[in-house]
């Protein structure tokens, strides 16, 4: 049975900790900004820890 591939758009997006937590970016913070709210835009600086399937990520991702 030949290698599965890395769903590569995923593996751009998200990491993999080593305790096996999910760090992803916040979305909507590439334009459109001047209408958010200064609250907002601070709060999307951060990175966010996702709650998911770690199972289904490693098998995605190959790992």
Do not use: W
Not at 5 to 33: E, G, P, W, Y
Not at 53 to 61: E, F, N, P, T, Y
């Amino acid at each position: 049975m030949p290698k599965l591939k890395t769903r590569k758009s995923l593996s751009k997006r998200i990491t993999l900790t080593k305790t096996d937590k999910v760090i992803a970016r916040k979305v909507a913070q590439n334009h459109f900004l001047a209408k958010q709210s200064g609250d907002s835009r601070r709060s999307k600086r951060k990175t966010q820890i996702i709650d998911t399937s770690i199972k289904k990520l490693k098998r995605v991702l190959n790992q």
